[in-house]
């Protein structure tokens, strides 16, 4: 069965509205960093940054906490990269 209920998101939009939220964030926790994680991991399913995920994925597990501005670097760099290959 597939996923019939799922709706498709740019993920440059995705990443924005996540680092508008972070301005209001010192740290963020781990789960929560894994679940956007994973939103954006199906918002880049055939674009080759979706490996740039992986490690912070990997991340999630291995750490409790992570700092807004640690994230907001990452996905700055995810959407300058996202921009140039649109």
């Keep these: 069965m597939g996923d019939t209920g799922r709706v498709m998101t ?3 939009e995705r990443i924005h509205t996540w680092r508008h939220h972070l301005t209001e964030q010192t740290v963020v926790s781990a ?4 679940d956007r994680l994973f939103d954006l991991y ?3 399913e ?3 940054q979706l490996e740039r995920l992986k490690p912070w994925l990997t991340l999630t597990v291995q750490r409790e906490l992570f700092s807004a501005e640690e994230l907001d670097r990452f996905l700055a760099d995810l959407g300058n990269e996202l921009e140039t290959t649109h």
């Design 42 to 44: 199906g918002d880049l």
């Design 46 to 48: 055939t674009l080759p």
């Design 31 to 34: 789960s929560e960093v894994q």
């Design 10 to 12: 740019d993920p440059l």
